[in-house]
C-alpha cells in the first residue's frame, strides 16, 4: 500500500512540475498528489491508547521480559 501512495505521489509531483500552469493536465497531476498524500497519511497513522480506553477496559499492558527480568511495557488494546 505504501508503495501505491509514493508512486501516485511522486507521479503527481513530476506532473506538475513538467506541465505549465497554462494545461489542463495540471489539476490532474494535483490531484494524483494529494491522493498519494492521503494514502501515505493513512498507512502511517496508528491509533495510540489514551486514558480513556484504559478506564473502559480496553487495552492490556504487554511486559517485555528478559532473563526473566521485566525490561519494558507497554499499553496495547486488546485483540477482538
Given at each position: 500500500?505504501?508503495?501505491?501512495?509514493?508512486?501516485?505521489?511522486?507521479?503527481?509531483?513530476?506532473?506538475?512540475?513538467?506541465?505549465?500552469?497554462?494545461?489542463?493536465?495540471?489539476?490532474?497531476?494535483?490531484?494524483?498528489?494529494?491522493?498519494?498524500?492521503?494514502?501515505?497519511?493513512?498507512?502511517?497513522?496508528?491509533?495510540?491508547?489514551?486514558?480513556?480506553?484504559?478506564?473502559?477496559?480496553?487495552?492490556t499492558l504487554e511486559i517485555t521480559?528478559?532473563?526473566?527480568?521485566?525490561?519494558?511495557?507497554?499499553v496495547v488494546f486488546k485483540n477482538?
Amino acid at each position: 500500500m505504501i508503495w501505491i501512495a509514493l508512486a501516485f505521489l511522486f507521479v503527481g509531483v513530476i506532473i506538475n512540475c513538467v506541465i505549465s500552469d497554462a494545461h489542463p493536465g495540471i489539476c490532474f497531476g494535483t490531484m494524483l498528489a494529494c491522493v498519494g498524500f492521503a494514502l501515505l497519511a493513512a498507512t502511517h497513522y496508528e491509533a495510540q491508547p489514551t486514558a480513556m480506553d484504559v478506564y473502559k477496559g480496553k487495552t492490556t499492558l504487554e511486559i517485555t521480559y528478559k532473563d526473566g527480568i521485566p525490561i519494558d511495557t507497554v499499553v496495547v488494546f486488546k485483540n477482538k
